[in-house]
């Protein structure tokens, strides 16, 4: 089979084209916390009603087990889909064919590896008195069990399909297709509950409306991108190698979050107990609620990102990092002075009064997300370009440092020390990914901080404009 002929450079994007993409990735990706509180919303009492708390945590517990084997593709998805959208920017689509199968004859295999290996564990180990499962029969644990984990590795399959969308300025059409079809898997759950199905009936609808979704979404992808296609002949060792420091690097990412996340309320309850867990969880989350946005924005500026290095476009590239860093702080900055206001009355509400508030433990959490969203914005263009080695070094070692630090302000201070420990990693990661990234994107320092005081474009043209 022959690669598909390169057309030769890709020309610039014109405004009207990047704007009409951001537009309809920054509103593709604003869906998926949507679709996740539809999820939660509807699929949690339908559960209960029908399967009861008892059977419902069981499944709870299995399903969180093969969710750690999301981990296992090392990060290659991510990274093959940065190499591909900038290999396809500058007209080399034979190079992106080559990276799209060489990660996916990569992550099929380890996908094999680990079906086969899973195989073996679930039939021999004990779950049942392990995880203390007593509704659950013993023939339905290790079936449900490897179905869940199926489920997981056909969504590396998906992750690949999305790295096609991705490369070939489909990203918002890719996410739209995910966020359906994620609607469709929970759907498909909860008519098999409702028919009082068994767990096993529950992983099958999971499993069986992921691969229908897989199977369509090639589908549209194939009639997008043509050139773009399933097989081993353009599979190259030489481009896993190339690609495996910064899947490695990017596995550091989620690996600090967890230290970030759960191990901090690990030392918070090693050292003040369960109370001051509560407190501290309940508050870190509501001042997290002024990150959400964000989130939309980051993935909405990432693969446009990637496509506009791949072209050599440095002023695009400088822009998009500004607006990105820029809309980010001023989102999540007016969200912290909201709540920093009207906090206590959202905490009372929220919680029935269940939740004391602890004012400079919650303004710390605040000045921590206003922190975040200013390094979590910039190294977007070393993630959206493969750049991110060192980066993710420094996260994970910040994280590492942040716990015993966390301890010992703790034993000084109070509750409040686990949020300043927790600042502590922003500001370092702030120095370091700021620095890294205006190097990057050839940007200097004073501009940079001047264009983070301006108003964004959009806020200014809907609230400041006069007629």
Avoid at 122 to 140: D, N, Y
Avoid at 197 to 217: P, T
Avoid at 306 to 320: K, Y
Wanted: hydrophobic residues 55%; aromatic residues 10%.
């Amino acid at each position: 089979m022959t690669a598909p002929a390169t057309n030769g450079a890709a020309g610039p994007d014109t405004a009207s084209s990047l704007h009409g993409r951001l537009i309809r990735g920054f509103g593709a990706s604003a869906l998926g916390p949507v679709v996740t509180v539809i999820i939660q919303f509807v699929s949690v009492p339908v559960f209960l009603h029908f399967w009861g708390a008892k059977l419902y945590g069981e499944w709870l517990i299995l399903s969180a087990i093969p969710s750690y084997l999301a981990l296992s593709d090392f990060g290659f998805g991510s990274v093959a889909a940065n190499d591909m959208t900038m290999q396809a920017a500058k007209g080399d689509r034979q190079g992106a064919l080559q990276t799209f199968q060489s990660a996916w004859a990569l992550t099929s295999g380890i996908s094999l590896l680990v079906a086969t290996i899973s195989a073996v564990l679930v039939s021999m180990l004990p779950f049942a008195r392990w995880l203390h499962l007593t509704v659950l029969t013993h023939a339905q644990i290790p079936i449900t069990l490897f179905i869940l984990v199926a489920y997981v590795l056909f969504g590396f399959q998906s992750n690949m399909i999305a790295a096609g969308f991705r490369c070939d300025g489909n990203f918002a059409l890719g996410v739209l297709l995910a966020n359906i079809f994620r609607l469709a898997e929970t759907s498909a759950v909860i008519v098999a509950v409702a028919a009082h199905g068994s767990s096993v009936a529950a992983a099958l609808a999971l499993l069986g409306m992921r691969i229908f979704g897989n199977i369509y979404m090639q589908t549209v992808l194939r009639k997008k991108t043509k050139w773009l296609h399933y097989g081993f002949s353009h599979a190259t060792w030489s481009v896993v190698r190339r690609l495996f420091h910064p899947a490695i690097a990017y596995m550091a990412f989620p690996a600090g979050n967890a230290l970030s996340f759960q191990g901090i309320l690990l030392a918070v309850g090693a050292m003040l107990g369960p109370v001051a867990v509560v407190v501290f969880s309940t508050l870190r989350t509501m001042a997290r609620f002024a990150t959400q946005l964000m989130v939309a924005i980051q993935s909405g500026v990432w693969p446009e990102l990637s496509r506009a290095h791949g072209a050599s476009n440095r002023q695009v590239v400088r822009d998009l990092h500004r607006y990105c860093c820029q809309a980010s702080v001023w989102i999540t900055g007016t969200a912290a002075i909201g709540l920093a206001v009207f906090g206590n009355r959202i905490l009372m509400l929220w919680t029935h009064g269940k939740v004391a508030m602890d004012t400079p433990v919650f303004l710390t959490l605040l000045l921590v997300a206003v922190v975040n969203s200013l390094w979590s914005s910039s190294v977007v263009a070393l993630l959206a370009t493969n750049q991110h080695e060192r980066a993710a070094v420094v996260y994970l070692i910040a994280t590492a440092i942040s716990l015993p630090a966390a301890c010992l302000l703790m034993h000084a201070v109070g509750l409040v020390g686990a949020a300043l420990a927790m600042l502590g990693v922003d500001l370092v990661c702030a120095g370091f990914v700021v620095q890294h990234s205006l190097a990057l994107v050839e940007d200097a320092f004073v501009p940079f901080c001047a264009s983070l005081v301006r108003c964004p474009p959009a806020l200014r043209a809907r609230f400041f404009t006069t007629k």
